[in-house]
Nanobody, 126 residues
């Protein structure tokens, strides 16, 4: 069964940085659109960033533009989210997701993703 496993979360002070990683269990994910979402208690799951299978297209929620960068290394079956200038409002569980193959789109809707990791906690203190 294919799996997505996130890592790299933790506790960081405001203004600090974290790099999240998503490891895919199968090489087939190299042709899938990939994304990052986050969710805080009492809030709906929120789109954060997405990247097309080729890496040529990316998309970000407005609140993280200029601070977060999504990237991928298909040779390693890895997707990354570099988070800089972190703010307390970035505190959430972050989820890696895989969409569909070959569409080469940076998808923004959770309904467009078919596979999900279990999440990694990011906590940003003031």
């Amino acid at each position: 069964q294919v799996q997505l496993v996130e890592s790299g979360g933790g506790l960081v002070q405001a203004g600090g940085s974290l790099r999240l990683s998503c490891a895919a269990s199968e090489r087939t994910f190299s042709v899938y659109d990939m994304g990052w979402f986050r969710q805080s208690p009492g809030k709906e799951r929120e789109f954060v960033a997405a990247i097309s299978w080729s890496g040529g297209r990316t998309s970000y929620v407005d609140s993280v533009k200029g601070r977060f960068t999504i990237s991928r290394d298909n040779g390693k079956n890895m997707v990354y989210l570099q988070m800089n200038s972190l703010k307390p409002e970035d505190t959430a569980v972050y989820y890696c997701a895989a969409g569909s193959p070959y569409m080469d789109s940076a998808r923004r809707q959770s309904s467009e993703y078919n596979y999900w990791g279990l999440g990694t906690q990011v906590t940003v203190s003031s």
